[in-house]
C-alpha cells in the first residue's frame, strides 16, 4: 500500500524539495500547505499517514499546527522539520505530540528512514 504524506512548510522550494523525496521514495504527497491554518484542514479532509510540519512558519506556527492536529486526531503521525539550534522548540513539539524530527539540512535518506520508522510504529 502507497503510504500518503502531507508537507507543511513556508518556504515552497522546501515544499518542492520534501514532494520529490517523498515521490522518489514511492509515497503519495497527497497536499502541501504553507501554514498552520492549512495544515489543519488538508489534514481534515486528506488523513493522510504522515505530516512533516516546519516549526518556525508565519501565522499559526507549526507547534500550533501540531497541537491542533493532535487535538483532531491523538493518533496522527507528525515528524516536525527544524533548523539547527532550535532545540527547544523541538521538545515542545515531541511534548505536544510530534513522533520524530528531521533537521534542517537534511539528506533524503534520512527523512524517508524517519518517516518509514514512525509510519511503521
Known sequence: MVKRVLVVD????????LQDIFETAG???VSTAENGEEALAEYKIMKPDLVTMDIVMPGSGGIEAL???MHYDNLAKVV???ALGQKNLIMEAISS????FIVKPFKSEQVIEIAERVVAQ
Do not use: P, T, Y
Not at 513556508?10 to 524539495?17: G, P, Q, T
Not at 505530540?97 to 520524530?100: I, L, R, S, V, Y
Open 10 to 17: 513556508d518556504a515552497l522550494f522546501m515544499r518542492e524539495l
Open 27 to 29: 509515497w503519495q504527497v
Open 67 to 69: 497541537k491542533n492536529i
Open 80 to 82: 516536525v522539520c527544524s
Open 97 to 100: 505530540g510530534a513522533k520524530d
